[in-house]
């Protein structure tokens, strides 16, 4: 059944959670798509075989598609922590944004309001909550770097640096210990700085590996 205040369309795109699995992390991604209607419309097609469980308007309308108990189709190839099958071991969440305007106000108060309850339901800390482009940094982006990261992170639903850590610590160790897959250092360094360095260029600084020893500590 859907929660409370979201509009039901199931999606046959959905399965059981493999071997047990239940959800430990959350999964957000952007639909890149001109609305919320042509996003539900892709997410609900059999012949596309992807969906989420939720999708956010940019109105603020939240619509259900898979049940949280179920394994929607929502994150692909990639890894968390060294562990694959990400479907099976989260919820997925789609965000009506065009990958390159502003993520509209009423859009962020819902999810605002969404994650908590996700969050205590299946006991998921803060940290569990993350971008597609964590898990996959060889293929996406999204969220993308417009997304208020921050804003999670002052509500207690996201991981966001404290303070700097230990700028001597190899980066790579770092990005270890946070679960960023085993990918090229370039990817993993653009993956990181998408999240908590948008916008930002070049070799990898001092800064980088102060930032992320900060989060694996905290992490």
Not at 43 to 50: C, F, T
Not at 99 to 114: E, N, W
């Amino acid at each position: 059944m859907p929660i409370p205040g979201a509009l039901w369309h199931p999606s046959p795109n959905h399965g059981p959670r493999r071997g047990g699995l239940r959800p430990e992390l959350v999964v957000i991604h952007y639909t890149e798509m001109v609305s919320a209607e042509a996003a539900l419309a892709r997410l609900s097609d059999p012949a596309a075989e992807v969906s989420a469980h939720y999708l956010i308007g940019r109105d603020g309308r939240l619509w259900q598609l898979v049940e949280e108990e179920a394994r929607a189709w929502h994150a692909g190839a990639g890894e968390w922590q060294g562990r694959g099958d990400v479907n099976s071991r989260s919820i997925g969440i789609e965000l009506d944004n065009d990958g390159k305007s502003p993520f509209a106000a009423p859009l962020m108060d819902r999810l605002d309001a969404l994650l908590p309850g996700i969050l205590a339901r299946w006991t998921i800390p803060a940290k569990g909550v993350i971008a597609h482009s964590d898990m996959a940094p060889a293929r996406k982006i999204d969220p993308g770097p417009r997304f208020d990261w921050q804003r999670l992170a002052r509500r207690g639903l996201a991981l966001w640096p404290e303070a700097p850590g230990d700028a001597e610590t190899p980066l790579q160790a770092s990005l270890d210990a946070l679960g960023y897959p085993d990918v090229a250092p370039d990817l993993r360094l653009a993956a990181f700085r998408l999240r908590f360095r948008p916008r930002h260029e070049g070799p990898e600084d001092a800064t980088d590996r102060a930032l992320a020893k900060a989060l694996a500590r905290q992490g």
